[in-house]
């Protein structure tokens, strides 16, 4: 493999291993400030149980977003110099205002909420865990207003002499359409993703009979949050998608395995794709509900694959703007398929939740629940390769093309050994955090004495 192909596969490598603790540490932050903040207005120890418990998971969860999040900064030097020497007046700004504010703001008051307990009054030590949580969705919208800029590129001027993008408009950054879709989308996948964590976790411990009364409360809060989210990235997602057909129509085209232009347009349920001859070989439709989605009428012309391809030839050149349409494909069906599944179960949580009847009493669901864990995950890293592939062939789109950002002085076999040493050391930090997770994640919180105690020394001070 050249340096090319090795330095994307890293970055893919690290990119999808970051992402898989992004999600959890917004929804988390927010969902533990939640009970925290329920804990304080009512005085029960439950609650503060709750985020204790809670917190601990979301704190091992974020040092591993950390540590992992370092890396990516590096490789845009390491392997994409000539990406950074193209873009870095626009893509540097972003990236030092997460880091030097967002990320000093959340990790201060971080510090602030695990060292503040009992030291700090109620009010003081909660307003620390809202500014954290606050700060980590920050972190996210620069680093998204980044890529943003990569996917819908706006603010800018060129520099012929410099050979390089200049930032012209820094509101017109903030103000990017792609941006605005981008990120409620990720705040709503984070939201989803903590959801079913909590559930999940809460189901293992039923499972196990450890602290019922803890984890009932627990999967009911958790069950609220997921299905609030699910319905919420729904939304959310479908707003992004009719965004994408105009921002990028090869994107939406691709994801669709959409080769003509068509009115009314299909959508395809399953298909055998076929790109060396630019159709599919078969194909289950459903005939006009593209269009349906897209327009919400039964009709609208949806662009096709070979149509953008010849406008793309015509507008920079000859050459091959298809990306890996099978990729796409079945990426977005099972990011959408997913999706569908944690709606339904979010439902289902809702419905037992509400019931008399205990949880322990529903074993199977209980199994599934556990299992929902890793829904949106998939969901998640799905949509991302989605979102980054679906940019092919450029790095920045319309502007630079990846040949022409990858470093011409690191070897291949630099970035190879690169790229071993990272899987190497990040599947010995999967397993630590698993290990974490599942040690703290099953371990009893409190037992139900000490809770007695809590609320019946809680009354007496009161």
Same mark, same amino acid.
């Given at each position: 493999?050249?340096?090319?192909?090795?330095?994307?596969?890293?970055?893919?490598?690290?990119?999808?291993?970051?992402?898989?603790?992004?999600?959890?540490?917004?929804?988390?932050?927010?969902?533990?400030?939640?009970?925290?903040?329920?804990?304080?207005?009512?005085?029960?120890?439950? /609650?503060?149980?709750?985020?204790?418990?809670?917190?601990?998971?979301?704190?091992?969860?974020?040092?591993?977003?950390?540590?992992?999040?370092?890396?990516?900064?590096?490789?845009?030097?390491?392997?994409?110099?000539?990406?950074?020497?193209?873009?870095?007046?626009?893509?540097?700004?972003?990236?030092?205002?997460?880091?030097?504010?967002?990320?000093?703001?959340?990790?201060?008051?971080?510090?602030?909420?695990?060292?503040?307990?009992?030291?700090?009054?109620?009010?003081?030590?909660?307003? +620390?865990?809202?500014?954290?949580?606050?700060?980590?969705?920050?972190?996210?919208?620069? #680093?998204?207003?980044?890529?943003?800029?990569?996917?819908?590129?706006?603010?800018?001027?060129?520099? =012929?002499?410099?050979?390089?993008?200049?930032?012209?408009?820094?509101? *017109?950054?903030?103000?990017?359409?792609?941006? &605005? &879709?981008?990120?409620?989308?990720?705040?709503?996948?984070?939201?989803?993703?903590?959801?079913?964590?909590?559930?999940?976790?809460?189901?293992?411990?039923?499972?196990?009979?450890?602290?019922?009364?803890?984890?009932?409360? +627990?999967?009911?809060?958790?069950?609220?949050?997921?299905?609030?989210?699910?319905?919420?990235?729904?939304?959310?997602?479908?707003?992004?998608?009719?965004?994408?057909?105009?921002?990028?129509?090869?994107?939406?085209?691709?994801?669709?395995?959409?080769?003509?232009?068509?009115?009314?347009?299909?959508?395809?349920?399953?298909?055998?794709?076929?790109?060396? =001859?630019?159709?599919?070989?078969?194909?289950?439709?459903?005939?006009?509900?593209?269009?349906?989605?897209?327009?919400?009428?039964?009709?609208?012309?949806?662009?096709?694959?070979?149509?953008?391809? *010849?406008?793309?030839?015509?507008?920079?050149?000859?050459?091959?703007?298809?990306?890996?349409? *099978?990729?796409?494909? &079945?990426?977005?069906?099972?990011?959408?398929?997913?999706?569908?599944?944690?709606?339904?179960?979010?439902?289902?949580? #809702?419905?037992?939740?509400?019931?008399?009847?205990?949880?322990?009493? /529903?074993?199977?669901?209980?199994?599934?629940?556990?299992?929902?864990?890793?829904?949106?995950?998939?969901?998640?890293?799905?949509?991302?390769?989605?979102?980054?592939?679906?940019?092919?062939?450029?790095?920045?789109?319309?502007?630079?093309?990846?040949?022409?950002?990858?470093?011409?002085?690191?070897?291949?076999?630099?970035?190879?050994?690169?790229?071993?040493?990272?899987?190497?050391?990040?599947?010995?930090?999967?397993? *630590?955090?698993?290990?974490?997770?599942?040690?703290?994640?099953?371990?009893?919180?409190?037992?139900?004495?000490?809770?007695?105690?809590?609320?019946?020394?809680?009354?007496?001070?009161?």
């Amino acid at each position: 493999m050249d340096a090319l192909s090795l330095a994307r596969a890293q970055f893919a490598v690290t990119t999808i291993y970051h992402f898989l603790f992004v999600p959890l540490t917004i929804g988390l932050s927010f969902l533990v400030a939640v009970l925290e903040s329920v804990y304080v207005k009512t005085g029960d120890e439950k /609650y503060k149980q709750m985020a204790k418990f809670w917190g601990k998971l979301f704190l091992i969860n974020f040092s591993m977003g950390v540590v992992t999040g370092i890396v990516q900064e590096f490789q845009f030097g390491m392997n994409w110099s000539g990406y950074s020497r193209f873009v870095g007046d626009i893509f540097g700004a972003p990236l030092a205002i997460e880091a030097l504010v967002a990320f000093f703001i959340e990790s201060t008051f971080l510090g602030v909420w695990i060292f503040g307990w009992e030291k700090l009054s109620k009010k003081v030590h909660l307003l +620390s865990i809202w500014l954290a949580a606050i700060a980590t969705s920050l972190s996210a919208f620069w #680093i998204l207003l980044a890529n943003s800029f990569m996917q819908n590129p706006v603010g800018y001027v060129l520099n =012929e002499a410099a050979g390089r993008a200049e930032m012209e408009s820094f509101t *017109a950054l903030l103000t990017n359409p792609h941006l &605005w &879709w981008q990120f409620p989308h990720v705040l709503t996948a984070g939201l989803t993703t903590a959801g079913f964590f909590i559930v999940g976790v809460s189901a293992i411990n039923l499972i196990k009979k450890n602290n019922d009364a803890f984890f009932t409360k +627990s999967f009911k809060f958790g069950a609220v949050a997921a299905l609030v989210g699910t319905v919420l990235v729904f939304f959310v997602g479908h707003g992004q998608m009719v965004s994408i057909k105009d921002e990028q129509p090869m994107k939406a085209a691709a994801a669709e395995a959409l080769w003509e232009t068509a009115d009314p347009a299909p959508f395809t349920i399953v298909a055998a794709i076929n790109q060396e =001859e630019g159709k599919n070989d078969s194909a289950l439709e459903l005939p006009g509900m593209l269009s349906f989605l897209y327009y919400m009428k039964p009709a609208g012309e949806v662009l096709g694959i070979n149509d953008v391809q *010849a406008q793309m030839e015509a507008e920079y050149g000859p050459g091959n703007y298809i990306p890996p349409v *099978a990729v796409l494909f &079945w990426s977005f069906r099972i990011m959408v398929g997913a999706g569908c599944l944690m709606l339904l179960l979010g439902v289902i949580s #809702i419905i037992i939740s509400r019931k008399k009847k205990p949880l322990t009493s /529903y074993k199977k669901l209980m199994v599934a629940f556990s299992i929902s864990i890793i829904l949106p995950f998939l969901a998640n890293t799905f949509g991302w390769v989605m979102a980054e592939m679906g940019r092919y062939p450029w790095v920045v789109y319309g502007l630079m093309k990846m040949e022409d950002g990858v470093s011409t002085v690191t070897g291949s076999g630099t970035v190879l050994i690169s790229l071993v040493g990272f899987i190497v050391i990040y599947t010995a930090l999967a397993i *630590a955090e698993l290990v974490l997770m599942v040690r703290h994640g099953i371990k009893n919180p409190v037992t139900d004495t000490e809770i007695a105690e809590n609320e019946k020394e809680a009354s007496l001070w009161t």
